[in-house]
């Protein structure tokens, strides 16, 4: 499905954030070409997170730059950069993730390339903002998270802070800069003109916790506390959390602690009639059903809590997950080409009038498509 068909991406970025954008762009239909520095092309290529690789390069890279065509052009060199700026003028989207004053520096600032392109929306990602003395910080996805306060909702009381697992700085500012473009495409519509999109990194994970700086802001700027013992949200009360079992791992949301009681068969549970106390007493409880639901496995307690509606689920790994029913069911899974080989990796998680957004085009070569894109733009 080309939702943004004759939509031209020209994509400077590296890493995750913006990439990640230009993805999902792909994803709905967009051309994106990406803009890439002769020998080592985009750093991600060699950025690896284990030792699979494919074709060389780094399994992070092929998943985040799939549905892809790749221009190589050396940025400092005169004829390189006019023939970027001619292909500039074709564009309809420019994208970049550089600190700020780089993209000043060779000549492809905002003001510059609008007076080639008025109708270019130019979006950029960047980490601390163009402001302040953090601006020209490097935007890596684990300082974020250090700087950002969100390190200290994982985990539990008296653990060191506990960044997530995952690039979220980065994935999240990539996902506002494309709701970004998109208002920017529709309002373009009308106008007829272009617009700059600016995220930040930071602001984009104090957006993700938009619910629990607000407690912070109205609470007499009052720090979130962990529960000392399962902890699954700063500022939830009991059961809220992960548990233990004989054999496995349940995960508890919220619920009515003496009906919790009663279903498991927990006497000592039931006093705790007073629904403040669910978050006032929450180690206490906790430590109650933790040592309490040792006794049987997981599947025994999903198949007593399960039929009374009590929101738990089993704590899955990814070899258990890709077992499920629910997750099959979903086709998550797609495989694109790599050359003579195939990739398996996941896919665009948005459907339109009930049709999977999917792609077999895998990641480019390093200036795979550089001269035909010469020869179709004349540069």
Not at 42 to 61: A, H, N, P, Q, W
Not at 221 to 246: D, V
Not at 301 to 316: F, R, T, Y
Request: some cysteine.
């Amino acid at each position: 499905m080309k939702l943004l068909e004759d939509i031209l991406v020209l994509d400077f970025s590296q890493f995750l954030s913006a990439p990640s954008a230009s993805l999902r762009l792909a994803d709905m239909g967009a051309r994106v070409i990406k803009i890439e520095r002769p020998v080592t092309g985009d750093i991600c290529r060699e950025l690896y997170v284990s030792d699979t690789m494919v074709k060389g390069e780094s399994t992070i890279f092929h998943a985040i730059n799939r549905n892809k065509e790749s221009f190589q052009a050396d940025l400092k060199n005169a004829n390189d950069l006019n023939a970027v700026r001619k292909l500039i003028k074709h564009a309809d989207i420019l994208i970049h993730n550089f600190r700020p004053g780089v993209m000043e520096r060779i000549g492809l600032s905002y003001e510059s390339v609008k007076e080639l392109n008025p109708r270019l929306i130019y979006a950029y990602v960047n980490g601390y903002g163009d402001e302040g003395e953090w601006k020209d910080k490097p935007g890596q996805d684990l300082l974020l998270q250090a700087v950002s306060g969100i390190t200290w909702l994982s985990g539990n009381d008296q653990d060191n802070p506990t960044p997530m697992g995952v690039a979220v700085a980065d994935i999240l500012a990539g996902t506002h800069l494309v709701q970004g473009i998109l208002t920017a495409i529709y309002e373009r519509l009308t106008s007829g003109k272009g617009a700059l999109i600016e995220v930040s990194m930071l602001e984009s994970l104090l957006d993700f916790q938009f619910e629990v700086l607000t407690c912070f802001y109205n609470d007499g700027n009052m720090l979130p506390r962990r529960s000392c013992i399962n902890n699954g949200h700063a500022y939830i009360a009991a059961p809220y959390g992960i548990y233990k079992t004989n054999s496995g791992y349940l995960a508890l949301s919220m619920g009515n602690i003496p009906q919790l009681g009663k279903l498991l068969g927990c006497d000592a549970l039931l006093s705790f009639t007073d629904s403040t106390d669910w978050f006032n007493k929450r180690d206490k409880i906790k430590t109650i059903l933790q040592d309490y639901l040792n006794n049987k496995s997981v599947t025994e307690w999903l198949d007593i809590l399960g039929p009374a509606d009590i929101w738990c689920a089993e704590v899955l790994n990814y070899d258990a997950l890709v077992q499920e029913d629910g997750y099959k069911v979903l086709e998550m899974e797609q495989e694109v080409s790599i050359g003579n080989q195939f990739l398996k990796t996941t896919r665009c998680p948005i459907r339109v009038d009930g049709q999977i957004l999917k792609s077999p085009m895998g990641a480019p070569r390093l200036g795979e498509h550089t001269e035909s894109i010469k020869r179709e733009f004349d540069l």
